[in-house]
C-alpha cells in the first residue's frame, strides 16, 4: 500500500519504506548527474546560487543553464501534481503508482540513449531529464505523504533534524511526536547519501545502464503496487 495510501491513511512503516527505497535513487541520480555533467540535479538551492554567482560574473549562458536546471525540475513537479489531481477527482487509485511508472518510463528512455551514444554529447539533455524526474518524483512523496516525505529535499529534512533533535530535550509531548519525524528523515538523509555512493560507485562499473537499472527498480516498487490498487 506505499504508493496507494494516501495522507492519514498511511502508517509511519509505510512512509519509512517509501523514503529508504525513493531517496536511495534519488541519491545515485543526482550523484551520477554530477559525475556526468558537473551539475546536481536535485539540488535546487545550489543551482539558484550557482545562477545568482555566474550571472553576476557576467557568464549569462551558463548562469541560465543552471537556472534551466530549476525551470525542468519545477515542471516535473507541475506535471506531476496536474496528474494526480486529475487521477483523484477520477478515483483512480493507481495514479501515484503511475507516476512513479512514468518516472521509471524516462529514466528507461535516457539510459538508452546514453547507451547508445556517449553521455558527453547529450550532457544538458540528461541534467534536465534528471531534474525534470527530480522533480516529479518530490511532487509524488510529497502528495501523497501530505509533505512527511520528501525524498531530495535535503536542506529541508537537515534542518528538520536539527529541529526535532532540539524537541528531544523539551517535555515528553514534544519528545513523543518528534522521534518519529526524527527518524524519518534521517533515514531519508542517509538513504539518499547512500544511493550517491552506490550510484557514483556503479556508474564506475556499469556506465550508463545504471539508468535503466534505477528505471527497473523504480518499476519493481511501482507497477505490483498499480496492480493493487486496480484489484483493491
Known amino acids: 500500500m506505499m504508493l496507494i495510501n494516501v495522507g492519514d491513511a498511511r502508517t509511519s512503516n509505510i512512509d ?5 527505497l525513493l531517496s536511495s535513487i534519488a541519491g545515485a541520480l543526482n550523484a551520477v548527474g554530477f559525475l556526468i555533467a558537473g551539475s546536481f540535479t536535485a539540488n535546487m538551492t545550489g543551482n539558484i546560487a550557482a545562477f545568482s554567482d555566474h550571472l553576476a560574473n557576467g557568464a549569462v549562458p551558463i548562469a541560465f543553464s543552471f537556472l534551466g536546471l530549476v525551470v525542468a525540475f519545477i515542471c516535473g513537479a507541475s506535471m506531476a501534481a496536474l496528474a494526480i489531481q486529475a487521477g483523484e477527482k477520477m ?6 503508482a503511475l507516476a512513479i511508472t512514468a518516472e521509471a518510463i524516462i529514466l528507461l528512455l535516457v539510459g538508452a540513449l546514453l547507451v547508445m551514444a556517449s553521455p558527453a554529447e547529450h550532457e544538458m539533455f540528461l541534467v534536465i531529464a534528471l531534474s525534470f524526474v527530480m522533480g516529479l518524483q518530490n511532487a509524488v512523496t ?13 536542506s529541508g529534512m537537515a534542518t528538520d533534524i536539527g529541529i526535532e533533535l532540539a524537541a528531544l530535550v523539551g517535555n515528553e509531548t514534544s519528545r513523543r511526536a518528534a522521534a518519529p519525524q526524527l527518524w524519518l528523515h534521517s533515514l531519508t538523509l ?6 550517491g555512493f ?3 560507485l556503479l556508474f564506475q562499473i556499469v556506465g550508463s545502464w545504471l539508468f ?9 516498487i511501482a ?3 498499480a496492480f493493487r490498487a486496480h484489484r483493491s
Open 212 to 220: 535503466i537499472l534505477a528505471a527497473a527498480l523504480l518499476l519493481l
Open 142 to 154: 510529497t502528495m501523497i505523504s501530505r509533505a512527511r516525505v520528501r525524498t531530495t529535499h535535503v
Open 223 to 225: 507497477v505490483p503496487e
Open 190 to 195: 542517509a538513504c539518499f547519501t547512500f544511493g
Open 16 to 20: 519509512l519504506v517509501l523514503a529508504a
Open 91 to 96: 478515483r483512480i487509485r493507481a495514479i501515484y
Open 198 to 200: 552506490c550510484g557514483a
